[in-house]
């Protein structure tokens, strides 16, 4: 039977309990940024503006509205809506 040094099993379980680091969102000192870092990771990680060509942003908005509100959180705020779309659409991936 092999032995597994101990070392090894605090390496990897400190490795387990770590998360992922989460990449950087574009220009991650702008309005849109802090945006989706309020309103997207509430229930998931910040997603990437370019997992999704531009002209389909305003749909996936709209599911997670719809998402948001079914689930007891309440829709993004009104006044956020059309500068978190521009941000997204303006990094999204392009077509």
Not at 25 to 53: K, R, Y
Not at 72 to 78: A, D, K, T
């Amino acid at each position: 039977m092999r032995r597994i040094e101990p070392g090894l099993i605090v390496l990897l379980f400190v490795a387990g309990c770590t998360p992922a680091p989460q990449p950087q969102l574009p220009d991650p000192g702008s309005q849109g940024a802090a945006l989706v870092m309020a309103n997207c990771t509430e229930c998931h990680g910040a997603p990437m503006p370019s997992v999704h060509p531009a002209k389909e942003w305003a749909g996936v908005l709209r599911r997670m509205q719809n998402w948001r509100t079914t689930k007891g959180m309440g829709p993004i705020p009104e006044k956020d809506v059309a500068p978190l779309l521009e941000y997204l659409k303006s990094h999204g991936r392009a077509e």
